[in-house]
């Protein structure tokens, strides 16, 4: 099946750096990627929509000067936590579907674990 | 999207058969029942989807009510393995929209 792939899987930067998290779609191309965030016992947050080639749509609340999101080609998205905090420690999740269309699979990424300190 | 109702948790026993239900009362006629699955400390697996009618892959099966206001997930047989966090998820287009997320199952397999 379709494959998503992220990277790094886990990273430790000291507050007040940024970094970089990767989202790849191994086999096939997309369009648009979606990019969560999930604190520990919580569901999925969506924060933003990634376009390829276009701006990215954030969800209310989400800072889009803090969280970059640049969607370069058709298998890759990226997400910059930029001037972290340790608030912003938790797991990034992005996904993304197989095609364009109804009733498609939308695919998901290991997830990269973020922890500031 | 429609929202769905899933219990928060359920228990099963390995190798037998585990039917996680999911109710969708506003469901709408172009709406996809999507199912995934979250193991601790990773990202979220496919597991099935279906619109009207049942549907069976390696993993589960997935039966849709015939008025399609509830679901239910199908284990087969129970491993340990399957213990995880279980979404059921409403989507009309899975092309553009994201998947949103409600707290799931968490599905507990004891040996």
């Known amino acids: 099946g379709a494959v998503v792939s992220q990277h790094p899987s886990w990273v430790i930067c000291k507050s007040g750096t940024s970094v970089k998290i990767e989202c790849r779609s191994l086999?096939?191309?997309?369009?648009?990627m979606f990019w969560y965030r999930q604190f520990p016992k919580q569901s999925l947050m969506l924060m933003a929509t990634s376009n390829e080639g276009s701006k990215a749509t954030y969800e209310q609340g989400v800072e889009k000067d803090k969280f970059l999101i640049n969607h370069a080609s058709l298998t890759l998205s990226t997400l910059t936590v930029t001037s972290a905090h340790p608030e912003d420690s938790s797991f990034y999740i992005c996904s993304a579907p197989d095609r364009v269309g109804s009733g498609n699979t939308i695919y998901f990424g290991e997830g990269s674990w973020l922890t500031v300190v | 999207d429609a929202k769905t109702t899933q219990p928060n948790s359920m228990e099963s026993n390995e190798e037998e058969p585990v039917h996680l239900p999911c109710n969708h009362s506003?469901?709408?006629?172009?709406?996809?029942i999507h199912w995934y699955r979250q193991l601790p400390s990773q990202g979220p697996e496919y597991v099935i989807h279906g619109l009207t009618s049942n549907v069976n892959n390696r993993m589960a099966s997935l039966a849709i009510a015939e008025d399609r206001k509830s679901s239910t997930l199908i284990l087969h047989r129970a491993t340990l393995r399957d213990a995880a966090v279980y979404y059921c998820i409403l989507s009309g287009d899975t092309g553009r929209r994201a998947l949103t997320f409600g707290s799931g199952t968490r599905l507990q397999v004891q040996p």
């Open positions: 506003t469901i709408s006629g172009t709406d996809y």
């Open positions: 086999d096939f191309q997309a369009t648009t």
